[in-house]
């Protein structure tokens, strides 16, 4: 089975930080996303890579960057964290070069900024 | 940007009833695809509709697509408890990221 591991199930950080979102796929899947949870919101995107060292801007790629230096890897970056980023992120990877058929998530991220 | 709307926003049956959710979405797709959500978990694949079908079926769930009307619903039958989750639409129409909807939770009670 295909496994989407989230470095940390919860994490709490202080307003100002930085803070780095490691996620690690092991199926050598060409696309990789994230995207962040909110009540009401529901799931909306940050990022996502299509390949190794490509990134594109999601929705709200605003205070976020992210990094793919493997395929495997892709990590999100919050520059200077803000407690409107306390958020569930969510990781995703696909293997489609076309259409997206299925995503394979993480277990996912709880952060909360104070 | 969101593209799906599921609707309701939450719902509540015993368990043996069947389940209906809808989701409508804006703009043309190419496959509209429907995901479950544990609480505080990650997103679990459950079914794919392509835009040139109208009604696939897997296991309990079936899943029905209007493009004239940009809608679809999942339908699950035969509720049990364990399939208490949310439960969201995503639209994929650009080749890359799917967008998804606000989700729909579902209590299934003993």
């Known amino acids: 089975d295909v496994k989407v591991t989230q470095s940390s199930r919860y994490l709490v950080k202080r307003t100002g930080e930085k803070v780095f979102l490691e996620c690690v796929q092991d199926m050598d899947h060409e696309n990789m996303f994230w995207y962040r949870q909110d009540p009401g919101l529901g799931l909306r995107l940050i990022y996502f890579s299509y390949d190794v060292k490509m990134k594109e801007k999601g929705d709200i790629p605003e205070g976020y960057s992210v990094s793919r230096e493997k395929k495997e890897r892709f990590s999100l970056i919050l520059e200077s964290a803000s407690t409107n980023q306390t958020s569930m992120y969510l990781c995703?990877?696909?293997?489609?070069?076309?259409?997206?058929?299925?995503?394979?998530f993480g277990s996912g991220t709880q952060l909360s900024v104070l | 940007s969101q593209q799906g709307e599921e609707d309701p926003q939450a719902l509540s049956i015993q368990e043996g009833e069947n389940a209906t959710m809808n989701c409508s979405y804006k703009?043309?797709?190419?496959?509209l695809q429907w995901y479950r959500q544990n609480s505080g978990r990650g997103l679990v694949h459950l079914i794919l509709?392509?835009?040139?079908?109208r009604e696939k079926h897997s296991g309990r769930l079936r899943v029905t697509l209007d493009t004239s009307k940009k809608s679809s619903s999942l339908l699950i039958t035969a509720s049990r408890a364990a399939d208490t989750a949310s439960y969201f639409c995503a639209t994929e129409n650009s080749g890359y990221a799917l967008n998804f909807g606000k989700g729909t939770s579902l209590l299934v009670t003993p």
């Open positions: 509709i392509r835009s040139n079908e």
């Open positions: 703009t043309s797709i190419n496959n």
């Open positions: 995703a990877s696909s293997p489609a070069t076309g259409p997206n058929e299925k995503l394979f």
